[in-house]
């Protein structure tokens, strides 16, 4: 079994629910394939925040972190994008994946919570973003 996700369309943000078990040696075009039709439905909707419930196994190796993270622009995140991303798998709590520090230090507005509760409310609450992150990536 792969992964598979649904996406339940609200008033200020799309939900997604991941489920699943990555495939061995295929762990980025999942990963990659899965989010294009997220960010997808994001532009058709014009919902740019996104609440993840993530339930799935499987590793994603390091090799795997990294070229996702060189295909974010690609597959359709942009730093409009605003990402709460709840897990109960507590490895990745305490030590999110290098794909969530990258993003992070890029501009991109991604956090981990371990309740869908605590992950909407600060999905929906107000952006703490600085001017100048944006405008140095306008340059890019």
């Known amino acids: 079994m792969s992964l598979e996700f649904v996406h339940i369309l609200h008033p ?6 991941i489920n699943g078990v990555r495939t061995r040696g295929k762990e980025r075009q999942e990963a990659a394939s899965m989010w294009k ?16 419930q993530a339930r799935h196994r499987g590793n994603f190796p390091i090799n795997a972190h990294i070229n996702f993270a060189l295909q974010l622009k690609e597959i359709g995140c942009t730093l409009a994008h605003r990402i709460a991303y709840v897990t109960t798998d507590r490895q990745i ?4 994946p290098l794909i ?5 230090s890029a501009g991109y507005e991604i956090q981990v919570f371990k309740r869908k509760e605590e992950g909407k409310r600060w999905l929906l609450g107000k952006k703490k973003r600085f001017p100048l992150i ?3 990536h306008s340059f890019k």
Request: proline share 3%; net charge neutral; glycine share 6%.
């Open 134 to 136: 944006d405008l140095f």
């Open 93 to 96: 709590q305490k030590n999110p």
């Open 37 to 52: 039709h997220i960010f997808e439905i994001s532009d058709r909707y014009g919902l740019k925040k996104i609440l993840v």
């Open 12 to 17: 200020n943000y799309i939900e997604v629910q």
């Open 100 to 104: 969530f520090g990258y993003m992070q």
